[in-house]
């Protein structure tokens, strides 16, 4: 795949370019754990964004695609076997694929070793290979407090 503006692409492509970047040294259960995150904040339309192109390219929630990241400016190989995985992975969760990161909105991977502050509190929902999955932890309604004593 050639390095083009990622308006440019399309939506199949933007999301296996994803979860290429993400997680190409993962199996195909971790791509696919990945792509499935982008599919269920799609699905949330919330403020991670409302349509694949803006959630993937939403700044700083996919690391590889900050201007900063060493992941940025890779592309992949056409033929390349991980990049054949990816789009295979991409496939798959087009098409509704089950889920392996159980509604994760989240994930990370080392050199990362707890969940980033920043995504309040979470519950973890699954690991797979290096990566772990999470989603925001219920909350308690008021009032329904119980009391032990």
């Known amino acids: 795949m050639n390095s083009q503006p990622y308006n440019q692409l399309s939506d199949g492509d ?8 993400e997680a190409r040294g993962e199996g195909p259960v971790g791509k696919l754990a990945v792509g499935c995150v982008i599919r269920n904040r799609v699905a949330a339309q919330t403020f991670f964004g409302h349509t694949l192109q803006s959630v993937i390219l939403k700044p700083y929630q996919f690391s590889s695609f900050n201007e900063n990241d060493p992941n940025a400016d890779k592309w992949p190989e056409d033929g390349e076997a991980d990049w054949l995985d990816c789009q295979d992975a991409a496939l798959d969760v087009a098409s509704g694929s089950p889920d392996p990161s159980n509604n994760a909105l989240y994930y990370f991977s ?25 989603k925001p932890a219920p909350t308690q309604a008021p009032g329904l407090e119980t009391d032990i004593s």
């Open 14 to 21: 933007l999301l296996a370019l994803c979860i290429w970047r």
């Open 110 to 134: 080392p050199p990362l070793t707890a969940p980033p502050r920043e995504w309040g509190l979470v519950t973890q929902t699954a690991s797979v290979g290096r990566l772990k999955f999470y």
